[in-house]
């Protein structure tokens, strides 16, 4: 088997961000969770990691504001978007009006970047391995 070097086009925005279609991936861009949904019944709401949105509905709202969810909804860092979310979002209006190629070196990177973990949780996280790290060590001395 080879592996794959260039993903599949997004079932909801069309863009190549889903490695393998219909393997539960999440868009980076608009979302969608990759249920295997499609062109054949992209009307059909079924429920599940895409909710009360058919593919139809999600691409309506992709077009209008580059994500699933309808306007003003959807989970916190997509109402509230980070500086990284918004960067994404400029390059796929770049990308989507044509002024720009797309790059998919670049699509992918600054995709990553929307999902590195914020300050607040690497230090829960960093606060949470120094006590794992304390109890192991202490677990060897009893
Ligand atoms: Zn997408």
């Not at 999600?58 to 916190?76: E, M, Q, S, V």
Request: aromatic share 8%.
């Amino acid at each position: 088997m080879t592996e794959k070097t260039t993903p599949d086009g997004c079932p909801c925005c069309f863009l190549p961000t889903i490695w393998y279609r219909g393997g539960h991936e999440i868009c980076g861009v608009c979302r969608w969770h990759d249920d295997g949904q499609d062109d054949p019944d992209a009307d059909a709401v079924w429920g599940g990691p895409n909710y009360q949105y058919s593919l139809t509905a999600a691409r309506a709202n992709f077009r209008d504001h580059y994500h699933k969810y309808d306007l003003g909804t959807g989970p916190d860092h997509i109402k509230d978007p980070s500086p990284e979310r918004l960067a994404l979002v400029d390059y796929v209006k770049e990308i989507l009006s044509g002024k720009m190629e797309l790059d998919r070196a670049k699509l992918l990177e600054l995709e990553k970047a929307t999902i590195k973990i914020s300050d607040a949780d690497r230090a829960e996280l960093e606060q949470f391995q120094r006590e794992l790290k304390a109890q192991v060590a202490r677990e060897r001395k009893a």
